[in-house]
């Protein structure tokens, strides 16, 4: 599936800020199922980004993001190398600083200046564009990359993927109605992978027609809370996409797809 882009410029940087992320996207990975969740006991793990041998434990989504160090017990865990791990440290305390600040003004209204004068601007410039700052688009690509992988099970077939966060919310921007529409479970017609995570987490209606033949209904892909009001996700594949949508401390929402790379 071809993705227009702004201009060449912008697609070849793009393609290459992501490259090391589709390290291991290249060959076949039924394989490597069992080393995709991070085990001490485990001594050939690979990192779930560029394929490497995983050194370290990533978790997904960063412990940044529950505040107060308050952290699930469920939180997601996986392999992942030194680099890859701790690289984009510094993107993820400015998106840390970024959601936090404007947490604080539209829900502790709370205005006073405790955030490096950077992260206002962030804030003011998502305010009136309602465009994603760059280091969030980056840290909530790999987030979702984590996730997606964890619950299938698997680093998404034999096809190099590219992401794109393609709707970013906050709860202000909408009506209510419209707020609570975006957690309703997901409706799909095609089953996740069994013995994948993504399969514990769908629902099948069964009914009788009139004349009583079996109907099944579309089937419903739930959300999984981490922590409650504080994140929460759900992962799935429609059209050739894979789709994941995080919701933050049940303020922002966050959907990010992965599209085939094209040659």
Known sequence: MKREHENESDNKNREEYYKKYNGLWGESLSRLKNRLVYSRKCKDMICIYCGRVAQTREHCPPRSFFPDHDFPDNLRVLPACEECNKGYSQDEETVRDFLNCTYDRYCNHNLENVYPSEI???????????VLIEPAK????????????YEMSD?????????????????????????????????IDVLPELGSRASDSFFIIQSLSGDGHTILEPIDVMWTELKENVFKYVTWIQDDIIRVRMILRDFFFIEVKFFRAVE
């Open 120 to 130: 206002y601007e962030y804030a003011n410039l998502t305010e009136k564009s309602k």
């Open 138 to 149: 980056r840290i909530f690509s790999k987030v979702a990359q984590g996730l997606a992988i």
């Open 155 to 187: 680093c998404f077939g034999d096809d190099g993927w590219l992401p794109e966060v393609t709707d970013y919310i906050c709860r202000h921007w909408i009506a209510e109605d419209e707020w609570y529409g975006l957690q309703l479970p997901i409706s």
